[in-house]
């Protein structure tokens, strides 16, 4: 099983470019989750979906975007980048009434 | 809204040692999940305990244990018997038993083993 996948791994923006962050799972897990790591801040919750077709804010939702069109995939758009978004960004996935979190390896983004 | 605090940036052990990483959190909720994830220098996210918060009896994994003081708010993670790989962040995290939704994580412990 291949679990959890983010593309790509690392990847560098000019400021106001925009990109696409993809998560796909294999494991057929309804709910998905988009984080952000920075240094000193633990992981703080983007956005987050229950289901195709369900997406929700989290804590840090502003200057990103997200769909849910199928239960395999939860892109992440960033639109307008901005030096603040320079982070890494962890995509993870888990079953209904199941607590463990699957993470795929991340995405270390800079904004420069 | 919920919150997660953990009060200590880094922590260091000696090897065999007992450390234990402290863990508060804020909820009106009586029905919710708590999580210990361990994050090596790999960047893995790695579930190392987790706790009901309607059981009183404190999980134990292992060499890892938590004590669960519900009324206090508090989820403290004990490591006994401390070993290399154990040097990792580790990060406390809370889902609600009612919406079953969110997962929410504090900012992390850094915990050195001293060899």
């Known amino acids: 099983n291949a679990g959890v996948t983010q593309t790509p791994k690392f990847r560098i923006l000019k400021i106001g470019q925009s990109m696409t962050l993809q998560c796909t799972q294999d494991?057929?897990?309804?709910?998905m989750y988009w984080y952000r790591q920075d240094p000193g801040m633990g992981l703080k919750l983007i956005y987050y979906s229950v289901g195709a077709g369900i997406t929700d804010k989290g804590e840090v939702p502003n200057g990103y975007n997200v769909s849910r069109s199928t239960t395999e995939d939860f892109p992440l758009r960033l639109e307008l980048a901005a030096p603040s978004q320079t982070s890494v960004y962890f995509c993870?996935?888990?079953?209904?009434?199941?607590?463990?979190?699957?993470f795929g390896s991340g995405t270390q983004l800079s904004v420069l | 809204a919920q919150t997660v605090t953990q009060s200590q940036p880094e922590m260091s052990v000696q090897e065999a040692e007992t450390v234990t990483l402290s863990c508060t959190y804020d909820t009106s909720e009586s029905d919710y999940y708590l999580f210990w994830y361990k994050q090596p220098p790999s960047r893995q996210m790695i579930l190392v305990i987790r706790q009901e918060a309607y059981k009183q009896q404190n999980a134990t994994e292992n060499r890892f244990s938590v004590n669960f003081q519900k009324a206090a708010k508090s989820f403290s993670l004990k490591i006994s018997d401390s070993q290399l790989g154990d040097a990792a962040m580790y990060f406390c995290a809370y889902r609600s038993g009612v919406r079953d939704d969110k997962i929410i994580f504090g900012k992390g412990t850094r915990l050195h083993i001293l060899p």
């Open positions: 494991m057929n897990h309804n709910y």
């Open positions: 993870a996935s888990r079953p209904v009434s199941y607590e463990k979190l699957f």
